[in-house]
Structure formats: C-alpha cells, structure tokens
C-alpha cells in the first residue's frame, strides 16, 4: 500500500493506492485544527488503511503556513552580526501602492528587542574580516536561556561562502541549552540578499518547535498502529523529502499541500500529451493556481507569506503558486459603503459554513451553491454529511440580500460573480504578469471547489478548455503519489559570463550535483534513479533582478557559452517581452536540482460506452440557478457511473464524492478513457 495524505484548512483528504489491486480508496473528513494528527489518523483509519502493510506514506500539511500567518510560532531570538540587528525590520522598504494611505509595511516574526548582535564579520569572498567573538556569544546563549526562547535563528553575513561562524554559534547556543531549536542559514539558502536570508531562517526557527512536535506526535501514532514504512513530507518545490530534513527545514513545508496539485497536474500532462496547462485548486480556505509548461512548473526563488505587497519573504525553491483567500468556506460581506466582498477570512472546518449545521452563521461561497442548487445538500460528501439548505438561506438573506435590498438568488449569484472574479485574477498572476496568454493553456480544475467553479473562471480568461480529473476533491492527494524525491542546491556565484571559464562553471555545477546524489543516496535511492536538472539565475550587466534559465547537461566547453546566452536571451524574452542579445550578461547563482525517482503508480482505464451516458448515471433533475440564465431544470449525473466516450451537453450537474461539476449551458463535456472529464467551452463545444 501507498497512502497520500492532504490536510487543508477545512477538509483532510486521504488517498490510498493498493499495488496489488491497482485500485484506490478515497476518504476525506473534516481537519482538526487544534490535534492536527487526530485529523490524519481519523482520515487513515477511514479510509481502512492497513498500516503494517502500508510501505510509504506521503504527507502535506498546512501547519507552517497557518502557525506564520496566525503568528501562533514559538518564542524566537535572532542571532546576527553586529551593525546588522535591523535588516529584518527595514526590509526592502517595498512601496507597490505609492498613493495607497493604508499601506502597511511587513511585520516581523521576531521583535528588535528579540534580536542579538556578534561580534563577527566574514567578507564575500570568505575570508575572515572579524574573528568570531566566543565570550560575547557565550553571553548572548546565557541570555537567551533565562529568557526562556525557545527557538533561536542565526543570520551571519557572507556565510552563505563561508558558514563557519554560524556552525560556531549554533555549537555554543546548544551547549548552554541543549533543548534549543536553532536553525542556520546557510542550510536554507546559500545565496547573497542579507534581507531574504534573514527572514527565511526566522520563519524556519519561529515555526520549527511547532513542526517538529507535530512530526514526532505523527510519527508516534502512526508507530502504535504498527506502521513501519516510511514516512515522507510534501515540500514546496513539489519534492518529497525524508522526516529529518523536514524537522530541520520546515519552511520547506510552506506550500507543500498544494505543491501535490500541481504534481498530479503535471503527471496529467503528460498522460494526455498537454503541451499547457494551469493548475487550478480551489479548497475550503483558499484558490491557487500555477503554470505548467512543456511537462514543467513554474518555479519561483522567492515566497512572500501573506502576498508580496505586506508579506515576509521567504528565500528558497518554490513552486510559483499564486493563491486568493476565496474558498468554499470564504465568508461574504457588505462593507460600510455597500460593496460586497468575499473573503479573505474563512469560515474554515469549525464551524465551517452555515449550511454545514456546526454553528456558523456567516454566509460562504458553500451557502450560496447550496442556495443556487449548485450543490445538493442530500448528495454532499456522497451523502455522509447532509448540508442544511435553510441555515445557508437564513445567512445569506440576513447578512446580504437584506443589507443590499436584493433576492436572496441575486445574492448568492453576486457572490459568486466576486468569487470568480478574484479566482480569474489568480489565474492571470501566473499568466498574463509573466508574459503568457491564458487563451493558449488548458484550465485543469481540481479541489473540492474546482470543478464547480472552474467553467465560469476559464470563460472570464477566454480559455476554452477544461480538464476534471479523476477524484478532484482528493486530487492534491493522489499528486503525492506521483511525487519524486528531491533536493535543490542553490549557490551565489557573481561572475560575468564572457569572462568566466567555462571548465569552472562545469565543475561549480558537479560539485553541487555530487552534494545532491550523496544526500539521495543517503535517504535509499539506487543510484541509477538519480537524475539532475541544471539551471542558473542570469542578469544582463547593469541590472538588479535575474531570470532563472535552463543550463546544458555539460557547459564545460566554450560551445556551451553561446548557447547558455541564447537561452538567457529567450528567458528574458519571454518574461519581459523583449531581450538585448548583444549585451553582456552575468550569472548570478546556480541551482541544482537533485531527483531521486520513485515508483509512481499506474491507474486503470474505465470502460467504453456511447454517447449517452447509461441509464444507470442519472440521479434525476433538479432546478440550477445558472449565471445570466436563470434557473434551468439540469439533469443530474452520478460520475461514477459515467463511461469513455459518454457525452453531457450543458444546463448538467455532474456529482461525484467529493465534489461536483457544473456544466452551464452551451458547454459540452466528454468522458475520456481514464475517466477524466474533458469540457468544451462556448463556441468550442
């Protein structure tokens, strides 16, 4: 047995692929937010898990980014060199909305008078400029021992050359309290930006306590249910990694639920030859959405918590997710001025929507497709949790229709409209800032909420074509399984391109790729399931910001150098619309990343039918309030019935266990022969 397990804000889903059946179980229940680990067991053991059989268990979780963004981390000191105690308050002194009078700066994890300076300075070039001060560090140990820290971050400058200083602090800090949390950072990143480094280990230390409670419990349940596999933790960069290296470098976990999304995603692509596609999640708190390109995600060197505008930067490889706080559970509002928003607060798992009947009252995107009969309350979950039509009624007419002097459909369908909108937006972060038209990709729609939004998020983009796989509620969970093993090294090299020998480069590169296949081999990969991907952050000369660009298996010849600057040109090309092939450039870092290939699971094809679907696929009619439409009478449809070469032309409802497809009218949707769901938009129906 193979088991994923996704916790989200509201549900936790569990997946588990049985190799000797090739077949899958689903489950899913709602999180436990103050027991997160209750929550994985409880979903493990309905799911029928059978744990000393089970040979790997994958796990995504959202308890960093929840315990930064609810400021819930342990008491954290930051250690760093003297002059340097306010790089972490100041910032980049970003401004994004110059007129904006509201705007807030980021607010630190650590407080100033929280922060320790050393006597020590270490040059770019790793030569020692001051010696490290051990009587000054000694003290600032005694000090963070009484004051009772339980976490301690250390923030040397230019150790990402040269980390000995930091090894040296982390040793002292141990010895005066050896039950200290103390992370480094040059294990997190090793690249220039004082700022980005400082308040990356920060967020490590501040969450790190917290995580590494959070594993051991796990690791403590999952031992007295006799489970003696292994356990691995979802990373952002869409990785796997081993429960150690989580302990160490939980900032690593940030995105790591919806990084299995866009792994199933691009496992997807290449099953149905998709040159493009966006991955687009929407769950009971939040909508993401990133690029997929030729078999490839999107990455990003950079994560702002809380968005780029206020948030706290977070320096390390990360899969280029771009996420609204527009959920299932998102509640709705009318401001003092009589606008409606949706958003960003939640209404989460407890007590979740009213129409979940767990004592909410505010009204969520979940009420209104209850209240639009987008959404069957008998039908719900496949009927293990009944949804409650009046309460979501009562909510919605109480705090909005009455409020705005509409119908309650008018309400609930305004919802809806400000919900696709901000969705639509997310979309256009990861295509239209980045240089891309969505009209060339093809929308898969995945989560609980997915599906049921997805039609009217892809025509606000004009993208015609629609993807729905297989167990889209669970589908964050079933793209664990098809995960690799992975490790991204990362190292500042400032040098300028027509300069640089390229026998150094080559051997800069391998020495990051020996580090890589050591650390793989350490954690059980054979050595012929290793593979590397090379790239490195390029600049023109004279510019402050790089591009990442795709290197060469082998740069070490000079007919390497001409093609590694035709790439940077067609990289900053793409992203800015316009290159300088004439100019320099420089290479700022390298980036290597190490992958430890894993069995992935092969799942079966379903059976062939005609057009009509079977009789045994229709649970009836109900009457759907479509947009711009009205209410329609939609016949409903039970997916699992549903056959390859099926065909459902819109007003239809499609309803599976965990979630439901709406196809409005003059879309048209086939079933293909893995049972994915393929719909055609508007005039491409």
């Known amino acids: 047995m193979r088991v994923a397990v996704d916790i989200g804000g509201t549900f936790t889903d569990v997946v588990v692929f049985d190799e000797a059946k090739s077949g899958l179980s689903l489950a899913k229940t709602l999180s436990t937010p103050n027991e997160l ?50 790089v972490y308050e100041i910032g980049r002194i970003n401004r994004p909305e110059s007129f904006n009078p509201r705007f807030r700066k980021h607010r630190p994890l650590i407080p100033r008078e929280d922060i320790f300076e050393i006597t020590e300075r270490m040059l770019a070039d790793g030569s020692v400029r001051t010696p490290f001060d051990d009587a000054e560090a000694r003290e600032v140990a005694r000090i963070i021992k009484e004051e009772g820290f339980e976490a301690v971050a250390i923030l040397f400058l230019h150790s990402y050359r040269a980390p000995a200083h930091e090894l040296r602090m982390r040793e002292v800090l141990l010895a005066a309290n050896p039950k200290l949390f103390v992370s480094v950072s040059h294990e ?11 308040s990356t280990v920060a967020a490590n230390a501040y969450v790190g306590p917290k995580v590494s409670q959070y594993l051991a419990d796990l690791e403590a349940r999952l031992k007295q249910n006799k489970f003696a596999g292994s356990l691995m933790i979802m990373q952002s960069n869409g990785g796997l990694s081993d429960v150690e290296m989580a302990r160490r470098q939980c900032i690593q976990m940030m995105e790591s639920g919806p990084a299995g999304g866009v792994v199933g995603t691009m496992a997807l692509c290449e099953l149905l030859e998709l040159d493009a596609a966006i991955a687009f999640d929407m769950g009971g708190t939040t909508a993401k959405a990133c ?60 007590p979740g929507p009213a129409s979940y009947g767990r004592g909410g009252t505010e009204p969520t995107v979940t009420d209104a497709n209850v209240v639009l009969g987008r959404l069957s309350p008998e039908n719900f979950l496949g009927g293990e949790m009944r949804l409650d039509r009046a309460a979501a009624q009562t909510a919605l007419a109480e705090k909005l229709a009455a409020p705005l002097n509409v119908s309650l459909e008018r309400a609930a369908a305004g919802m809806l409209q400000v919900a696709t909108s ?42 015609g074509k629609i993807i729905i796989p297989n167990a889209p509620g669970h589908f964050s969970a079933l793209g664990m399984l098809m995960a690799d093993l992975r490790r991204d090294y990362v ?35 054979a050595l012929d399931r290793i593979a590397f991907e090379r790239a490195a952050d390029m600049r023109y000369v004279g ?110 409802i499609i309803e599976e266990t965990a979630s439901t497809t709406v196809v409005e009218p003059g879309d048209r949707v086939t079933v293909n022969e893995y049972g994915h769901l393929i719909m055609y938009l508007g005039d491409g129906a």
């Open 37 to 86: 680990a209750k929550g994985v067991l409880d979903g493990l053991v309905k799911a029928s898990v059978r744990f000393p059989e089970t040979e790997t268990l994958i796990h995504g979780s959202t308890v960093v980014v929840n315990a930064v963004i609810e400021r819930k981390g342990a008491k954290t000191a930051l250690v760093t060199t003297k002059g340097f105690r306010d």
């Open 422 to 463: 901000a969705m639509a937006n997310a979309v256009r972060h990861v295509t239209l800032e980045r240089g891309l038209d969505p009209r060339d990709f093809t929308l898969v729609a995945y989560g609980g909420g997915g599906p049921l939004h997805s039609a009217s998020v892809a025509k606000e983009l004009s993208i």
């Open 543 to 652: 510019q402050e910001h790089a591009v990442a660009v795709g290197m060469p298996a082998n740069v070490g010849d000079e007919a390497a150098r001409a093609e590694v600057k035709r790439r940077f040109d067609a990289a900053h090309d793409l992203r800015y619309s316009h290159s300088a092939p004439e100019e320099s450039a420089d290479i700022v870092s390298l980036r290597v990343s190490a992958i430890g290939r894993l069995t992935k699971p092969v799942f079966p094809q379903i059976a062939k039918g005609a057009a009509t679907p079977p009789a045994a696929a229709r649970r009836g009619e109900r009457s759907v309030n479509f947009d711009g439409a009205g209410s329609l009478s939609a016949p409903v449809y039970d997916r699992a019935q549903l056959l390859h070469g099926n065909v459902i032309s819109g007003p239809a």
């Open 291 to 350: 690029v997929i390109r030729r078999g490839e995600p999107s990455l990003s060197p950079d994560y702002f918590i809380g968005g780029y505008n206020e948030g706290l930067a977070i320096r390390i490889p990360v899969l280029d997710i771009v996420d609204v706080g527009t959920g299932g559970g998102s509640i709705a509002f009318v401001d003092e001025g009589g606008g409606l928003h949706v958003g960003p607060k939640s209404a989460g798992a407890e």
């Open 491 to 525: 190292q500042t090299l400032f040098e300028r391109l027509d300069d640089l020998a390229m026998s150094d480069l080559e051997a800069q590169f391998r020495a990051l790729e020996d580090e890589g296949r050591q650390a793989l081999l350490d954690s059980g990969i």
């Open 188 to 198: 997190l990143s090793r690249e220039y930006r004082e700022y980005e480094r400082t």
